[in-house]
């Protein structure tokens, strides 16, 4: 944890409860260690949504479709989300779970390489309100291109897992030698997201670290 430990646990106590079938999901992808957004994360999402209000949501890394649910239950109810995801068994399993929270009809799961799927929905024209990143960390300065053609104007840009556990503010040679090029994109990532002329961006040290950016008219 980013946070203090006990301040971040009382916070956390003062938090809602999660839907029944919010709960199973969450359950059961930390029992089979699927990685899934944290608490504090959880939370964060769902105040944006409900001020935000964004009709169509596009995320990218759907995982078991956890986030994509939660995010759904605080949407309008006109709103779409589509969300993006290649590994298979992940992609069977989030389809369960999108029949199981009764929301099939209200979101989207394209199925393959996001690097495929953005350009894809670019040159489709498509424009999203919201988009929440939250794939291979290492990938997130190679989609941005196409990200910042898929957001509005006025459009809320998430970043999640930006800090790595603090491991951000480490120099590349006290990381793990595997982790030095997933460090070194993140950093440029968050330089880019902070220095964008298109965009204004907060960085949050919330749960793994998270980064929220407007699109500038």
Known sequence: MIEDERIGMYIHSLDKELSEKLRHIEQEALANEVPIIKKPTQTLLQ???????????????CAVGFSAILMNESQPEDGKITTI????QRIEKAKENFAFAECCDRIELLE????DILKELVAAGKEYDMIFMDAA????LNFFDDIIKLLKVDGLLVSDNVLQDGDIVESRYAIIKRNRTIHSRMRDYLYLLTHHEALQTVILPLGDGVTLSTKLK
């Open 137 to 140: 960390k290492g990938q997130y």
């Open 85 to 88: 995801e290649k590994v298979s």
């Open 47 to 61: 105040f944006l949504v409900k001020a935000h209000k964004p009709k169509h949501i596009l995320e990218v890394g």
């Open 112 to 115: 393959g390489d996001a690097t």
